[in-house]
């Protein structure tokens, strides 16, 4: 069975930097895409970032030359590089690998 734990989450300042870790384990990790969403609160779940199996990525706009997606195959590990970050960018964070879901971890960015 799947399981994504996040991590790396916390309250940082604008134009702070965080790392976002999702750890996966019971899957053939390397084979299949990984997505990073985040949802603020009252808003719908929004798609981040998408790295696929062989490393290409690909950012929604409001991100895009500030986040910075990556994966390690051999830890069973993505991660969320988040630069020059934003108060809009304040959101309950979340990876998605084969369909699974993580618990997510809040992102907080005020000063």
């Known amino acids: 069975q799947v399981q994504l734990v996040e991590s790396g989450g916390g309250l940082v300042q604008p134009g702070g930097s965080l790392r976002l870790s999702c750890a996966a384990s019971?899957?053939?990790?390397?084979?299949?895409?990984v997505y990073w969403y985040r949802q603020a609160p009252g808003k719908q779940r929004e798609l981040v970032a998408t790295i696929s199996h062989g490393g290409s990525t690909n950012y929604v706009d409001s991100v895009k030359g500030r986040f910075i997606i990556s994966r390690d195959n051999a830890k069973n590990t993505a991660y969320l590089q988040m630069n020059s970050l934003k108060p809009e960018d304040t959101a309950r964070y979340y990876c998605?690998?084969?369909?699974?879901w993580g618990q997510g971890t809040q992102v907080t960015v005020s000063s």
């Open positions: 998605n690998h084969v369909g699974i």
């Open positions: 019971g899957s053939i990790f390397r084979s299949y895409p």
